[in-house]
């Protein structure tokens, strides 16, 4: 299945890419700006709606589909980090949210007349802790007044709508630590100005992200989706599809280093031989390839389980982990293949390098997988 899969997906994505070159995305990078007429090419092509089922106006497609999107989009040399949001946040909406909701949101977002790249779970004091989250949302009559501080809230510049994870019941009022936070669809123009405020973080690669100030943010009793109290495992429940596409994003960030090195490896002579034919510099992109070829078998794995809805957990998270590790040692092969030249922005090479070792901290960092792998797969005893 893996590389010639969906090749007709691959095919539409590449054109489309193609017409965003490095120098687009250069000149977004050094202007640190969200690179908005490539989302809106891709959201017109109907790529970014490609999970939402077509009675709601998406693609219908599978999650093996909606990942070749995005490892087409890095593996192009873009990055797919400025819009995979739009992809995989309705996932909570479409699995918990009313029908009406789903009737009112869905089709809008799978247009583009609405965006939900935004999701609001890290907090600054607990960070991956996140049951311990102190964001409070209190029902007052017809309303939620929502107090709290969030942080790392990617995209909510471009974004319409935003995921928002916060405690309903105080933490030493509930049985587990799991139970009394729930999740609500907050329409972010409505409150900006009252009481949200938005401070942007300046950081190692174009991602434009923020620290989130909630001041008494009325957001209508509505915006609750599903049960209130069932907010944890409402995220955790759309964590497995997350995983899979950022594995298949680093899977093209991977292949894309390889390619990069191999074509310099060939091209580039110094002491009167191509540098490739030195096997101190093959084998270190050999075995780049190796590893990213293995890394993209068990991302196909969880995307398989995942369409036929079987359990995955334990596969999402280990291509994650693969894809995420694979990728960033192929970014290292190929700066170091490109010597000097590696550090040149003209290349991409160190824009994609930065890009890349993201995936190893977020959208989950790489301890965390290691502690799922060890507590629930082989049965180790829980640490925290
Ligand atoms: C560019 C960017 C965009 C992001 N976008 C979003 C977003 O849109 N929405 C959102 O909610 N969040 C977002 N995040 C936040 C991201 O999910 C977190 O940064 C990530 O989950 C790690 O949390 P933390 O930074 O609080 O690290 P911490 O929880 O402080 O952990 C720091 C380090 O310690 C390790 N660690 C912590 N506890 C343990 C333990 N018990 N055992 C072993 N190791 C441990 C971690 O693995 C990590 O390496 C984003 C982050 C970045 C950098």
Request: charged fraction near 25%.
């Given at each position: 299945?893996?590389?010639?899969?969906f090749?007709?997906i691959r095919e539409a994505v590449r054109a489309l890419c193609r017409t965003f070159d490095s120098?687009y995305w250069?000149?977004a990078?050094?202007?640190?700006?969200?690179p908005?007429d490539f989302v809106r090419a891709l959201t017109?092509a109907g790529w970014m709606?490609a999970?939402?089922?077509?009675?709601?106006?998406?693609?219908?497609?599978?999650?093996?589909e909606a990942s070749v999107v995005l490892e087409e989009i890095n593996r192009s040399g873009g990055n797919s980090g400025a819009c995979h949001g739009q992809m995989y946040?309705?996932?909570?909406?479409?699995?918990?949210?009313?029908?009406?909701?789903?009737?009112?949101?869905?089709?809008?977002?799978?247009?583009?007349?609405?965006?939900?790249?935004?999701?609001?779970?890290?907090?600054?004091?607990?960070?991956?802790?996140?049951?311990?989250?102190?964001?409070?949302?209190?029902?007052?009559?017809?309303?939620?007044?929502?107090?709290?501080?969030?942080?790392?809230?990617?995209?909510?510049?471009?974004?319409?709508?935003?995921?928002?994870?916060?405690?309903?019941?105080?933490?030493?009022?509930?049985?587990?630590?799991?139970?009394?936070?729930?999740?609500?669809?907050?329409?972010?123009?409505?409150?900006?100005?009252?009481?949200?405020?938005?401070?942007?973080?300046?950081?190692?690669?174009n991602h434009?992200?923020?620290?989130?100030?909630?001041?008494?943010?009325?957001?209508?009793?509505?915006?609750?989706?599903?049960?209130?109290?069932?907010?944890?495992?409402?995220?955790?429940?759309?964590?497995?599809?997350?995983?899979?596409l950022i594995a298949a994003e680093c899977i093209g960030d991977g292949y894309w280093?390889?390619?990069?090195?191999?074509?310099?490896?060939?091209?580039?002579?110094?002491?009167?031989?191509?540098?490739?034919?030195?096997?101190?510099?093959?084998?270190?992109?050999?075995?780049?390839?190796?590893?990213?070829?293995?890394?993209?078998?068990?991302?196909?794995?969880?995307?398989?389980?995942?369409?036929?809805?079987?359990?995955?957990?334990?596969?999402?998270?280990?291509?994650?982990?693969?894809?995420?590790?694979?990728s960033?040692?192929?970014?290292?092969?190929?700066?170091?293949?490109?010597?000097?030249?590696?550090?040149?922005?003209?290349?991409d090479?160190?824009r994609k390098?930065?890009e890349t070792?993201?995936y190893?901290?977020?959208?989950?960092?790489?301890?965390?997988?290691?502690?799922?792998?060890?507590?629930?797969?082989?049965?180790?005893?829980?640490?925290?």
């Open positions: 299945m893996p590389e010639e899969s090749q007709e120098g250069q000149k990078d050094e202007q640190r700006a969200y908005d017109q709606a999970l939402i089922p077509q009675q709601y106006g998406g693609a219908g497609l599978g999650l093996g946040n309705m996932g909570t909406l479409l699995r918990h949210g009313s029908e009406a909701q789903k009737r009112h949101y869905l089709p809008k977002i799978a247009s583009g007349e609405l965006r939900l790249q935004s999701m609001g779970v890290t907090e600054p004091t607990t960070g991956t802790d996140t049951t311990r989250l102190k964001t409070m949302a209190v029902k007052k009559g017809d309303r939620y007044v929502v107090n709290g501080q969030k942080v790392w809230l990617s995209r909510v510049r471009h974004s319409d709508l935003m995921i928002l994870l916060a405690r309903t019941t105080p933490l030493a009022e509930v049985k587990r630590k799991s139970e009394g936070m729930s999740i609500f669809l907050v329409d972010i123009h409505a409150a900006l100005g009252q009481g949200l405020t938005l401070r942007p973080i300046r950081n190692m690669v434009e992200t923020y620290e989130v100030f909630f001041d008494n943010v009325e957001i209508p009793a509505e915006s609750l989706i599903g049960e209130e109290g069932k907010g944890f495992k409402y995220i955790l429940d759309g964590l497995n599809a997350e995983r899979a280093f390889v390619d990069k090195a191999t074509a310099y490896a060939k091209d580039r002579i110094v002491f009167d031989r191509p540098i490739g034919q030195n096997q101190g510099v093959q084998f270190p992109i050999a075995e780049s390839y190796i590893e990213i070829e293995a890394a993209n078998l068990m991302r196909w794995k969880a995307c398989q389980l995942f369409d036929r809805h079987q359990p995955c957990a334990a596969e999402a998270n280990m291509a994650k982990y693969l894809a995420a590790k694979a960033w040692e192929a970014a290292n092969v190929c700066l170091q293949t490109h010597g000097g030249f590696g550090f040149a922005s003209e290349y090479v160190e390098f930065r070792r993201l190893q901290v977020a959208p989950i960092s790489t301890n965390l997988i290691l502690s799922y792998v060890a507590e629930h797969v082989l049965g180790l005893p829980r640490s925290f």
